[in-house]
């Protein structure tokens, strides 16, 4: 056997323990789609794609005009460079809500925003702008947690003072001449916020898990992958050439059925012992709102001898009584996750990302990953927006500031979701989680709801195929710390007459409506799940 673990638990084990492990409530929703939702959004697409054949049919004779791209007569024979159920979704069902999609803002993404109007006239396939500039859109879509993403304040007096002292640009890499003493001090915050022995920062996020996992893991090395988790950690899995196999999503007893078989089986064919096992999964996902059951994969973790490397892009600075990320949420021990990965992008109003852990695996990185060794540096105001923020949120600044954000947000959150579930919405995730997916469904109403609300002057995001299942359309609600209660009212109000045109309260367990706001300072260790 490659490792010295015992085997003989039975399956129903985490059922009985899994309860010890949480310090509080845990609850997520995940209603279940209703029958008659289910098979109207089915025929939905059963139709949209008869009519796409059918148009496909008068585009190869030349009746109907079609500017996508697509190989050439003579390539016909070669291997397809599109992928034909990708292309024929894209020109026959992305096309017909494309404008609900990459929208100019012409503003800071703050609570607030101002977006370019622009029209079509071809049916989504270009865009001309009409020169209006509409004003005053609340912002649902942004990934700005904690308010960061302002251009007034000490955040930008910060990097604006630097961008005069050093620049925009680096012009090098870190390992030449493009170490600044404020990338120093910035790696430096961030072990000391996350509280680890080192931390070195990446000027990419998505590169951050793309280029690092390669690093870590290779040929006869094993990778556990949640099956929600985003793309930069499905490619770096890919990239790194080690097996990788998927668990259910958020499921202990999936995960450590992989492990036992794992540990019992060894490597295919020459059932040699793994060199190594790493589990992939993330702190907040954000297609589906939920927060990872950490306690218990830590256990699993310690109990199979496995690595454990957690992705918290969407919950550092969003979760937890200092802001710290899932594993301050829950109330763990760092010492526990093997490699901690987070973004700058989102919590802190900034770019890249970090990975931080022990001295050994850092200054491993620091020579062997493709992202540390041959890209440019960060940019000096965008680090100083880093150093900024997050003194901020440990309250290095001399103010409560950061705890009040990270306060506000949490009560912004159970708010929204609450008022949504009462309206009848079907919401995705945990009660603690600032992503809000509400369920759309059918492919109609994901570029409806849009529109809709876009002429309500709320900003929202519409979520569908590739990136959720393909009968999973969804709103995507991002809350702040910067809404104000009558943002959120007046957003939920139009959130609920836009659900009665479209007929989207689909749930089935409505809540009994509370007429005041819940305000608790207490709200980590006290709220009622």
């Known amino acids: 056997m490659p490792v010295n673990v015992r085997l003989d638990l039975p399956e129903e084990w985490w059922y009985t323990c899994a309860f010890q492990l949480y310090n509080r409530p845990f609850v997520e929703c995940f209603e279940e789609t209703p029958m008659l939702v289910a098979v109207l959004t089915y025929m939905g697409y059963g139709i949209l794609t008869i009519f796409g054949y059918l148009r496909d049919f008068l585009r190869h004779w030349q009746i109907e005009r079609c500017p996508i791209a697509r190989e050439r007569e003579e390539q016909k024979d070669f291997v397809p460079l599109y992928q034909d159920f990708e292309n024929f979704y894209t020109r026959n069902l992305y096309m017909r809500i494309r404008d609900n999609w990459n929208r100019p803002i012409c503003s800071v ?24 500039i509409v004003q005053d859109v609340i912002n649902l879509g942004s990934y700005n947690y904690l308010g960061f993403a302002e251009n007034t304040g000490p955040c930008a007096d910060s990097a604006a003072e630097v961008t005069m002292k050093y620049g925009v640009g680096v012009a090098s890499t ?27 920062a990446f ?51 999936s995960l450590e059925k992989l492990l036992r078989e794992a540990i019992a089986h060894g490597q295919p064919r020459t059932h040699r012992p793994w060199k190594k096992i790493l589990i992939l999964v993330e702190g907040i996902y954000s297609m589906e709102g939920s ?42 021990d760092t010492c526990d996750v093997d490699v901690m990965m987070g973004t700058f992008t989102k919590s802190f109003g900034a770019a890249g990302g970090y990975i931080a852990g022990k001295r050994e695996l850092i200054e491993y990185l620091r020579s062997h990953s493709h992202s540390a060794v041959y890209a440019t540096s960060m940019s000096p105001p965008v680090v100083e927006q880093i150093i900024t923020s997050m003194k901020c949120i440990m309250g290095e600044d001399g103010t409560t500031k950061g705890s009040e954000r990270i306060q506000q947000l949490a009560e912004n959150t159970v708010y929204f979701r609450k008022r949504l579930r009462e309206m009848g919405f079907i919401i995705y995730g945990n009660n603690d989680s600032p992503v809000v997916p509400m369920m759309l469904y059918m492919p109609a109403k994901i570029g409806a709801f849009g529109r809709e609300m876009f002429k309500r002057n709320i900003g929202v995001v519409v979520v569908g195929f590739p990136a959720t299942p393909i009968i999973e359309s969804r709103a995507r609600f991002c809350i702040s710390a910067a809404h104000t209660k009558d943002m959120l009212d007046r957003a939920l109000s139009a959130i609920s007459e836009v659900g009665d045109l479209l007929q989207l309260k689909y749930s ?22």
């Open 203 to 253: 000027g990419m996020g998505f590169a951050t898990n793309s280029m690092n996992i390669p690093a870590l893991a290779g040929k006869g090395c094993l990778i556990l992958s949640d099956e929600l988790n985003h793309t930069s950690l499905v490619l770096g899995a890919r990239l790194s050439g080690s097996t990788i196999r998927v668990f259910k999503h958020n499921n202990m007893q």
């Open 291 to 332: 927060i990872v059951r950490l306690p218990e994969v830590i256990a699993l973790k310690k109990r199979y001898k496995a690595y454990l490397y957690l992705d918290e892009a969407h919950s550092i600075g969003a979760l937890g009584p200092r802001g710290r990320g899932v594993v301050d949420y829950f109330g763990l």
């Open 508 to 529: 089935r367990h409505r809540i009994k409506p509370c007429l005041e706001r819940p305000f608790d300072n207490n709200l980590y260790e006290d709220i009622d799940d």
């Open 109 to 132: 993404p703050g609570a607030k925003m101002e977006l370019m109007q622009r029209l079509s006239h071809d049916y989504n396939w270009t865009f001309e702008y009409t020169g209006r």
């Open 174 to 200: 870190r390992q030449e001449t493009g170490n600044l003493d404020r990338h120093e001090e910035m790696e430096k915050l961030v072990a000391n916020f996350l509280g680890v022995e080192s931390a070195m």
